[in-house]
């Protein structure tokens, strides 16, 4: 829950956030490249369409899922760091 009250605050508490930002200031990559990563299942994360059945419609993803994917690899991360010794 800390991590989605940081990211509210860095968002101005807006429940979705463009793929553009969340690619840029989370994953170091492209809009397309993010995309392409997401579509591949590569990046676990659910995207949100703001229009049905179009192609160019903005996109973008749920605060809660981006807080609930970094809360994850963090998990991951600990159980790696507390198998290494």
């Known amino acids: 829950m800390k991590t989605a009250i940081m990211m509210m605050a860095m968002y101005n508490a ?3 956030i463009d ?3 969340v690619a840029r200031d989370w994953f170091k ?6 995309h392409e990563k997401i579509r591949s299942g590569e990046i676990r994360l ?12 903005a ?3 749920h605060l809660m899922d981006l807080a ?5 690899r963090r998990a991951t991360a600990e159980k790696e760091l507390k198998q290494m010794g």
């Open 19 to 21: 793929s553009e930002t």
């Open 59 to 61: 996109k973008g993803v």
């Open 29 to 34: 990559l492209s809009v397309g490249k993010f």
């Open 14 to 16: 807006q429940a979705i």
């Open 46 to 57: 659910p995207q949100v369409l703001m229009e049905e059945e179009s192609q160019k419609c």
């Open 68 to 72: 609930e994917y970094v809360d994850t």
